[in-house]
């Protein structure tokens, strides 16, 4: 693994804004960043990233039905009880799932360890699916990378292939907040993906989403068979209108076990069942008779995004934290693996990376990379392009 510097194709930003890429930037810092690339053995990507990703996925695919049957563990994952009946029913009817993003520290050596996993409303996907390959393609017509240069990136045909294969109800309708850019490039790039694989495809704002007679409708009043929505499901079930999903004939994707999932409590019951795994680390749920954190140990919320509301304290006893929503409700405590740190040549300064790993059904589909200053991967944190070389 390794971080090459590489200077920028001329014309990214038009080509980006002619691609649908619209958020490349944020706040006039870039997110999209083509300074430099990673650099990946095929050893590397098989053995040290995919293998694991999918390993994991069936530990936590194989926990599942027990969380949703147990009140204990419910209770703990803090999903409210008037929903417990919801996501029993849409597991015990195996209502189908389409993918999810696993976030690891890898630093090419020692064995990748799981931060967390993102598997209700995962982003970056435009940009791992597509723009990334857009890249490699054109560095290689440049000459600048050679013709054997590849990428881990099935992202986009796992994707097409899945909508062709979950008989999803027709139209199918996506999703997001209506104010959100990064979120509505997410969902038109699966628009596209899925009418690519024959899905009469249609696009709703979460706002404009309306019930008649308990069942979900869009602006003409028909009603919602199927719906994509990149909207958590911890908020939907805070929300008065979520109650209309407890009865709803409408096909969800993610469904609502996902919610077990995308909850950082999954971290500490993955560690009481799969103990000193190697690709895990120590886990905990956060009581109010819990010592104060010492060095060494992350802190988060049950419910955050993009590192919001995540305190870190290193072994050398430096407090790191990210402000953020989330600071009521449960934390747990994390043992803390350090992300590997580079050397930013363009910036000249240090930067920390986070390998973010697709699965698409059941299968592992794709990385990705982030970079930031800070020990805390966040929003604005960039992203760079990889690449498999030996």
Same mark, same amino acid.
């Given at each position: 693994?390794?971080?090459?510097?590489?200077?920028?194709?001329?014309?990214?930003?038009?080509?980006?804004?002619?691609?649908?890429?619209?958020?490349?930037?944020?706040?006039?810092?870039?997110?999209?960043?083509?300074?430099?690339?990673?650099?990946?053995?095929?050893?590397?990507?098989?053995?040290?990233?995919?293998?694991?990703?999918?390993?994991?996925?069936?530990?936590?695919?194989?926990?599942?039905?027990?969380?949703?049957?147990?009140?204990?563990?419910?209770?703990?994952?803090?999903?409210?009880?008037?929903?417990?009946?919801?996501?029993?029913?849409?597991?015990?009817?195996?209502?189908?799932?389409?993918?999810?993003?696993?976030?690891?520290?890898?630093?090419?050596?020692?064995?990748?360890?799981?931060?967390?996993?993102?598997?209700?409303?995962?982003?970056?996907?435009?940009?791992?699916?597509?723009?990334?390959?857009?890249?490699?393609?054109?560095?290689?017509?440049?000459?600048?990378?050679?013709?054997?240069?590849?990428?881990?990136?099935?992202?986009?045909?796992? =994707?097409?292939? &899945? #909508?062709? *294969?979950?008989?999803?109800?027709? @139209?199918?309708?996506?999703?997001? $907040? %209506?104010?959100?850019?990064?979120?509505?490039?997410?969902?038109?790039?699966?628009?596209?993906?899925?009418?690519?694989?024959?899905?009469?495809?249609?696009?709703?704002?979460?706002?404009?989403?309306?019930?008649?007679?308990?069942?979900?409708?869009?602006?003409?009043?028909?009603?919602?068979?199927?719906?994509?929505?990149?909207?958590?499901?911890?908020?939907?079930?805070?929300?008065?209108?979520?109650?209309?999903?407890?009865?709803?004939?409408?096909?969800?994707?993610?469904?609502?076990?996902?919610?077990?999932?995308?909850?950082?409590?999954?971290?500490?019951?993955?560690?009481?069942?799969?103990?000193?795994?190697?690709? =895990?680390?120590? &886990? #905990?749920? *956060?009581?109010?008779?819990?010592? @104060?954190?010492?060095?060494?140990? $992350? %802190?988060?919320?049950?419910?955050?995004?993009?590192?919001?509301?995540?305190?870190?304290?290193?072994?050398?006893?430096?407090?790191?934290?990210?402000?953020?929503?989330?600071?009521?409700?449960?934390?747990?405590?994390?043992?803390?693996?350090?992300?590997?740190?580079?050397?930013?040549?363009?910036?000249?300064?240090?930067?920390?990376?986070?390998?973010?790993?697709?699965?698409?059904?059941?299968?592992?589909?794709?990385?990705?990379?982030?970079?930031?200053?800070?020990?805390?991967?966040?929003?604005?944190?960039?992203?760079?392009?990889?690449?498999?070389?030996?």
């Amino acid at each position: 693994m390794k971080r090459i510097s590489i200077d920028e194709r001329a014309n990214w930003r038009a080509q980006a804004e002619e691609l649908g890429f619209k958020f490349h930037t944020f706040d006039g810092e870039p997110y999209w960043d083509e300074t430099a690339y990673y650099q990946f053995s095929l050893q590397q990507i098989e053995q040290d990233l995919e293998a694991p990703t999918e390993e994991l996925h069936q530990m936590v695919m194989d926990m599942v039905g027990d969380i949703t049957r147990s009140e204990e563990m419910l209770t703990l994952l803090a999903i409210p009880r008037d929903y417990w009946s919801f996501v029993w029913n849409s597991w015990n009817k195996t209502q189908p799932h389409l993918y999810g993003r696993m976030d690891f520290v890898y630093d090419g050596k020692s064995p990748a360890k799981l931060m967390e996993l993102n598997y209700d409303t995962p982003t970056s996907l435009y940009e791992t699916g597509f723009f990334q390959w857009v890249w490699l393609e054109d560095q290689i017509k440049a000459g600048v990378l050679p013709e054997h240069a590849d990428q881990f990136n099935s992202l986009q045909d796992k =994707l097409e292939q &899945a #909508f062709a *294969e979950l008989a999803l109800p027709q @139209p199918f309708y996506f999703s997001s $907040v %209506r104010e959100s850019i990064e979120d509505r490039g997410t969902v038109d790039y699966l628009m596209d993906i899925a009418t690519q694989a024959g899905v009469d495809s249609r696009y709703i704002a979460i706002e404009d989403l309306g019930e008649w007679q308990g069942q979900l409708v869009d602006l003409d009043n028909q009603p919602i068979k199927g719906l994509f929505k990149l909207y958590p499901w911890e908020f939907m079930v805070q929300e008065e209108f979520g109650r209309v999903m407890i009865n709803t004939q409408t096909q969800f994707i993610e469904p609502a076990w996902k919610m077990l999932l995308s909850n950082k409590g999954i971290l500490p019951l993955l560690w009481q069942r799969y103990p000193n795994h190697p690709n =895990l680390l120590p &886990a #905990f749920f *956060e009581t109010p008779t819990s010592e @104060p954190m010492g060095a060494g140990w $992350v %802190r988060k919320p049950l419910f955050s995004r993009e590192g919001a509301n995540v305190d870190l304290i290193t072994t050398s006893g430096e407090k790191v934290s990210a402000h953020g929503p989330y600071s009521d409700g449960r934390f747990v405590r994390q043992a803390l693996q350090p992300l590997p740190k580079f050397r930013d040549e363009y910036r000249n300064a240090d930067t920390y990376t986070m390998v973010g790993s697709w699965i698409v059904g059941d299968s592992a589909a794709g990385i990705c990379i982030r970079e930031d200053e800070t020990l805390i991967t966040k929003d604005s944190s960039r992203f760079l392009p990889h690449i498999i070389l030996d």
